[in-house]
């Protein structure tokens, strides 16, 4: 089947099949993590749509939404390679009518941690990914673990909304160097790219301990190494689900996270570690 592009709400209504539907959202800028999370839905539903849609609403005003990469035909020819069976592309326009009202509040968990540094990020993308919901209407939904506080607020929202999709985490693709797939990975010149890997050098050094002080300790003279072209914003060991602190007696998973600054692009990443092994 050819790929179908819908570019608003009226196309897409025409392009949606009557079987399960999986939905990748995306803002575009598609790469190899994107292909591992459209093959994860490829092989949970008969049809799969990617939504491609820079979400304003998500961003502070001073990050990168103007300049966020827009890269709409190699994102199509991804889409056809991979087998995708319809893209969702609306304009802003489509998605927000100019006099709208009410949007998603992100409550508390979306204050903490990557929220305390990008205040009102996850009310706007929880406010875009329910709209997707309501659109697309998905039987499942595929995200990647790379932002794990987007995946656990999204996993809440369907818990506390009562919205009936399954939630799909796909793991993190890392180039050989382990530095995790973004479409910011983009901006950093050479000489920044390398320095960018501590973040990854930093977890997996953390992932090796298995008290939270050891883990946080081991992660944080990786960092430290890197020196002042690092700008470290959080290093954080939280609960999986709420993104709350653990404290010296947690035992079981819980998620390292970084964000870091170098020059000038932001990096998040983070990874699961088993404490009191
Ligand atoms: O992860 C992203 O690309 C975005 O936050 C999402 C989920 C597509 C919502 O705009």
Known sequence: MDLIVARNRTDLLKARGDG????VPT???LHEGHRS???EARARAAQVVVSIFVNPLQFGPHEDFSRYPRTFDADLE???VEGVDVVFAPSAEDMYAPDRQVSVRAGEMGRIVEGAARPGHFDGMLTVVLKLFNLVRPDVAVFGQKDAQQLAMIRRMVADLDLDIEIIGAPTVREPDGLALSSRNRYLSAPDRQVA???SRALAAGAERATPSKVLAAARAVLDEAGPALDLDYLVLVDPATFAEVDESHSGAAVLAVAARVGA???IDNVVVSLGR
């Not at 399960?20 to 939905?23: G, H, I, N, R």
Request: proline share 5%; hydrophobic share 65%; charged share 15%.
């Open 78 to 80: 991804v889409c056809e």
């Open 265 to 267: 692009t932001r990096l």
């Open 197 to 199: 890997l501590a973040l």
């Open 27 to 29: 803002m575009g800028a």
């Open 37 to 39: 999370l459209i093959r």
């Open 20 to 23: 399960p539907v999986a939905l």
